[in-house]
Nanobody, 117 residues
Framework: VQLQASGGGLAQAGGSLRLSCEVSGGGFKIRGMGWYRQAPGKQREMVADPGSGYYLDSVKGRFTISRDDDKNTFYLQMNSLKPEDTAVYYC???????????????WGQGTLVTVSS
């Protein structure tokens, strides 16, 4: 299973970006997914988890997670960006691998989002 995250970059405060995470490979079923971020000098934190409906308080109403099962891709739409959203964003999936029925977690490589004031 491989994850390819993309869509990061430089945005101005109040702007928008959409992150994508494409999941490739074979012999698995996605059981869960999510977006995380890690700002400089801080611990990695969960941003959104659609399975539980969780959104980080500071992004509620601004960020939305969605998925396209046909493309095995999920997204994080980020609107009304703020400088404090600056971080490396990581996608994560929990999968069940077949035929061995092994559960595993995979992370994308991270994509940098920089928001200028």
């Amino acid at each position: 299973v491989q994850l390819q995250a993309s869509g990061g970059g430089l945005a101005q405060a109040g702007g928008s970006l959409r992150l994508s995470c494409e999941v490739s490979g074979g012999g698995f079923k996605i059981r869960g997914m999510g977006w995380y971020r890690q700002a400089p000098g801080k611990q990695r934190e969960m941003v959104a988890d659609p399975g539980s409906g969780y959104y980080l308080d500071s992004v509620k109403g601004r960020f939305t997670i969605s998925r396209d099962d046909d493309k095995n891709t999920f997204y994080l739409q980020m609107n009304s960006l703020k400088p404090e959203d600056t971080a490396v964003y990581y996608c994560k999936v929990d999968v069940r691998e077949y035929p061995i029925l092994h559960d595993e977690t995979y992370w994308g490589q991270g994509t940098l989002v920089t928001v200028s004031s």
